[in-house]
């Protein structure tokens, strides 16, 4: 926690020359008050308010104060660490959603595509998918009233509902007359889990994107289906994840420790907050090897799983060095429903790193703008010996501060030219509208996936019915020095519509550098699981 220094008032600096034995007592007691926080607080707020008020009678237009204020709190924070925050009352609504797992409505992963709202994906096991509802499917009507040029907030008001209540749709579906639909709405769940697949008859996949309050029972599920199907290794993904709930980072690790040892602990100011997180034995699973793959944007929570896992030698961490946030917050709600984040504590791995950035107070932009360096990798490397080294379990040298190196350095590489670029970035999302019309219209495609993934090519002519079919101007010649990549791409997609996102990554993989580097690596991941058992 920051010690805050204050300025020593000129009252007493002048009476140092009147004898030490007269201002004595006066230091002393301006000191004492100067270091009260709640006599600062006092005096701060008197301050806080003349200025509130002469912006109120004296500001030339009227003043959104609501909004000051906000600006205010936001200030207030910024002076603690980067990870301190306010969060307005808007804000939170959203948040308590996403890290809850749940909200209600009829369940789809939606996109405004040529002003209607496009259904990419009804969610497993919702409302919508309950009632037949298809990807690709657009929504026309809504209790009646044209859906056309409807706005994103808009949707939400419209969608989202109580349990229980009913919305009227009206849809239209390639290939087919416009239907109506009535729709219950239910308990929606939100996934951290984004795709859980078998990528060959030995590796399972698992995509988890977050760590909210039912993650650790959502791997579970996950490994278990995988183990099922003949699952043998695995690959965690974790990049991209920036964290969540510590508890449930926890638990997520615990899935693969089979001893009794640490995860992870706490240390903060108050004792209170000082806690270990250790290892159930009969949660853990060790029957099979595990390859852990982190990037830059992987943080906190991930970072807890993956420094787990890389100090007690369980699996193999591969890919880029991981964001560096080793510090807990604790969230308070406020009494207008917005809430602040606070940091209480900093987490330690098993062999005891410490794995946060340094930052400096009041001013996070070098703190954000270091993780975009494209040589960072090397400048973190270069500086490696300037950072603490640890011990793992097996007596491997790992290194705390500047977040959790990878044992095995898997940098993205993604070449392809700047038309595909603009295909793959294109908000009306000409791949997925021409993969849907496409699986409409060819029932030769396999009926089962694992068919369908191994053996099943586009036909010869697709690539080009597809850059026809795209109505942004391109450079077609372009585009087809990626005709590998587009393929793929087009095929990832054909999958996700006929069977769901989960297959959709499956086929997607074959155009991930870093998962296809990882999995040359089982052979060391192998290897400590035969250690750890």
């Given at each position: 926690?920051?010690?805050?220094?204050f300025p020593?008032r000129?009252?007493?600096?002048?009476?140092?020359?009147?004898?030490?034995l007269?201002?004595?007592?006066?230091s002393?007691?301006?000191?004492?008050k100067?270091?009260?926080?709640?006599?600062?607080?006092?005096?701060?707020?008197?301050?806080?308010?003349?200025?509130?008020?002469?912006?109120?009678?004296?500001?030339?237009?009227?003043?959104?104060m609501?909004?000051?204020?906000?600006?205010?709190?936001?200030?207030?924070?910024?002076?603690?660490?980067?990870?301190?925050?306010?969060?307005?009352?808007k804000d939170?609504?959203?948040?308590?959603?996403?890290?809850k797992?749940?909200?209600?409505?009829?369940?789809?992963?939606?996109?405004i595509?040529?002003s209607?709202?496009t259904?990419?994906?009804?969610?497993?096991?919702?409302?919508?998918?309950?009632?037949?509802i298809?990807?690709?499917?657009?929504?026309?009507?809504?209790?009646?009233?044209?859906?056309?040029?409807?706005e994103?907030e808009?949707?939400y008001?419209?969608l989202?509902?109580?349990?229980?209540?009913?919305?009227d749709?009206?849809?239209?579906?390639?290939?087919?007359?416009?239907f109506g639909?009535?729709?219950?709405?239910?308990?929606?769940?939100?996934?951290?889990?984004?795709?859980s697949?078998?990528?060959?008859?030995?590796?399972?996949?698992v995509?988890?994107?977050?760590f909210?309050?039912?993650?650790?029972?959502?791997?579970?599920?996950?490994?278990?289906?995988?183990?099922?199907?003949?699952?043998?290794?695995l690959?965690?993904?974790?990049?991209?994840?920036?964290g969540?709930?510590?508890?449930?980072?926890a638990?997520?690790a615990?899935?693969?420790?089979?001893?009794?040892?640490?995860i992870?602990?706490t240390?903060?100011?108050?004792?209170?907050?000082?806690?270990?997180?250790?290892?159930?034995?009969?949660?853990?699973?060790?029957?099979?090897?595990?390859?852990?793959l982190?990037?830059r944007?992987?943080?906190?929570?991930?970072?807890?799983?993956?420094?787990?896992?890389?100090?007690?030698d369980r699996?193999l961490?591969?890919?880029?060095?991981?964001?560096?946030?080793?510090l807990?917050?604790?969230?308070?709600?406020?009494?207008?429903?917005s809430?602040?984040?606070?940091t209480?504590?900093?987490y330690?791995?098993p062999?005891?790193?410490?794995?946060?950035?340094?930052?400096?107070?009041?001013?996070?932009?070098?703190?954000?703008?270091?993780l975009y360096?494209?040589?960072?990798e090397?400048?973190?490397?270069?500086?490696k010996k300037?950072?603490?080294?640890?011990?793992?379990?097996?007596?491997?040298?790992?290194?705390?501060?500047?977040?959790i190196?990878?044992?095995?350095?898997?940098?993205?590489?993604?070449?392809?030219?700047?038309?595909?670029r603009?295909?793959?970035?294109?908000?009306?999302?000409?791949?997925?509208?021409?993969?849907?019309?496409?699986l409409?219209?060819?029932?030769?495609?396999?009926?089962?996936?694992?068919d369908?993934?191994?053996?099943?090519e586009?036909?010869?002519?697709?690539?080009?019915?597809?850059l026809?079919?795209?109505?942004?101007?391109?450079?077609?010649?372009?585009?087809?020095?990626?005709?590998?990549?587009?393929?793929?791409?087009?095929?990832a997609e054909?999958?996700?519509?006929?069977?769901?996102?989960?297959?959709l990554?499956?086929v997607?993989v074959?155009?991930?550098?870093?998962?296809?580097?990882?999995?040359?690596?089982?052979?060391?991941?192998?290897?400590?699981?035969e250690?750890?058992?």
């Amino acid at each position: 926690m920051k010690q805050f220094k204050f300025p020593i008032r000129l009252t007493w600096l002048a009476g140092i020359t009147a004898g030490i034995l007269i201002i004595l007592p006066l230091s002393q007691a301006t000191y004492s008050k100067q270091n009260n926080p709640y006599s600062i607080i006092e005096t701060k707020f008197k301050v806080m308010n003349q200025i509130l008020y002469f912006v109120n009678q004296l500001y030339y237009e009227e003043v959104d104060m609501e909004e000051l204020m906000d600006g205010a709190f936001h200030g207030i924070m910024d002076q603690l660490d980067p990870h301190s925050i306010f969060i307005s009352a808007k804000d939170q609504k959203n948040i308590n959603e996403l890290f809850k797992g749940e909200f209600q409505g009829i369940g789809i992963e939606f996109d405004i595509l040529n002003s209607f709202i496009t259904v990419i994906s009804p969610v497993i096991g919702g409302p919508s998918e309950k009632a037949g509802i298809q990807a690709g499917d657009w929504i026309l009507e809504i209790d009646g009233a044209s859906a056309k040029g409807i706005e994103r907030e808009d949707v939400y008001k419209k969608l989202r509902g109580k349990k229980g209540t009913r919305v009227d749709l009206k849809i239209g579906r390639i290939g087919a007359d416009s239907f109506g639909v009535t729709i219950v709405r239910d308990d929606i769940p939100l996934y951290s889990v984004r795709a859980s697949i078998m990528l060959d008859n030995r590796t399972g996949y698992v995509w988890l994107t977050r760590f909210s309050t039912k993650s650790g029972p959502e791997v579970r599920k996950s490994i278990n289906s995988l183990l099922n199907q003949g699952m043998d290794r695995l690959i965690l993904d974790l990049r991209n994840n920036s964290g969540g709930i510590l508890e449930q980072a926890a638990e997520v690790a615990n899935l693969f420790i089979t001893q009794e040892d640490t995860i992870v602990y706490t240390k903060g100011k108050e004792k209170k907050v000082n806690q270990a997180f250790v290892a159930a034995p009969y949660k853990g699973n060790g029957s099979f090897s595990v390859v852990l793959l982190i990037n830059r944007g992987s943080a906190s929570a991930s970072e807890i799983v993956a420094g787990a896992i890389q100090d007690l030698d369980r699996g193999l961490v591969v890919g880029e060095t991981s964001f560096g946030k080793g510090l807990v917050q604790r969230q308070v709600d406020l009494s207008d429903g917005s809430a602040i984040r606070v940091t209480i504590a900093q987490y330690y791995t098993p062999s005891g790193r410490l794995i946060q950035r340094s930052f400096d107070n009041g001013n996070h932009e070098d703190y954000y703008k270091e993780l975009y360096e494209e040589n960072r990798e090397a400048k973190l490397d270069s500086l490696k010996k300037l950072r603490p080294p640890f011990t793992t379990r097996a007596g491997r040298t790992v290194y705390g501060g500047g977040g959790i190196t990878p044992d095995v350095y898997i940098p993205w590489d993604l070449d392809i030219t700047v038309t595909t670029r603009k295909i793959m970035a294109n908000p009306n999302r000409p791949i997925f509208n021409w993969s849907a019309k496409f699986l409409k219209n060819h029932s030769e495609i396999p009926e089962h996936y694992r068919d369908f993934q191994q053996n099943w090519e586009l036909p010869q002519t697709a690539l080009g019915e597809f850059l026809d079919y795209t109505t942004e101007k391109i450079d077609k010649k372009e585009a087809l020095k990626d005709s590998l990549y587009l393929k793929i791409m087009l095929k990832a997609e054909i999958a996700g519509t006929k069977w769901g996102r989960g297959e959709l990554w499956g086929v997607r993989v074959a155009a991930d550098n870093q998962i296809l580097d990882a999995l040359k690596h089982f052979n060391e991941a192998d290897a400590f699981l035969e250690k750890h058992n």
